[in-house]
Nanobody, 121 residues
Framework: QVHLVESGGGLVQPGGSLRLSCAVSSSIARFVGMGWYRQAPGKQRELVAFITNSGSTNYVDSVKGRYIISREPFKFTVHLQMNSLKPEDTAVYYC???????????????WGQGTQVTVSS
């Protein structure tokens, strides 16, 4: 069983910063990458940021220049540094890991339980 453990959510004022972290409990034999999704009330879940095994990153347009995703070397751990936060960033943020525990197994998406980020004055 693969578990993703998230930390770092909370309440912050507009313009403030938060750092989310996510660690995978098991080794991933075929590792594609890790990322963060978010879901606001009444909205669909959207990809926020993703980092591949090779270190390539991509971001949703609304967070470019404000968020930075990074991965710890040789670990299945990612961080999301969120700066200049806006009220519209308020959502539940979910960590995602894409890969397979077996070299020959199918690729899967593993998910964290979600962490609330609230941006409000």
């Amino acid at each position: 069983q693969v578990h993703l453990v998230e930390s770092g959510g909370g309440l912050v004022q507009p313009g403030g910063s938060l750092r989310l972290s996510c660690a995978v409990s098991s080794s991933i034999a075929r590792f594609v990458g890790m990322g963060w999704y978010r879901q606001a009330p009444g909205k669909q879940r959207e990809l926020v940021a993703f980092i591949t095994n090779s270190g390539s990153t991509n971001y949703v347009d609304s967070v470019k220049g404000r968020y930075i995703i990074s991965r710890e070397p040789f670990k299945f751990t990612v961080h999301l540094q969120m700066n200049s936060l806006k009220p519209e960033d308020t959502a539940v943020y979910y960590c995602n890991c894409r890969g397979s525990r077996d070299l020959s197994g199918p690729l899967q998406d593993y998910w964290g339980q979600g962490t609330q980020v609230t941006v409000s004055s």
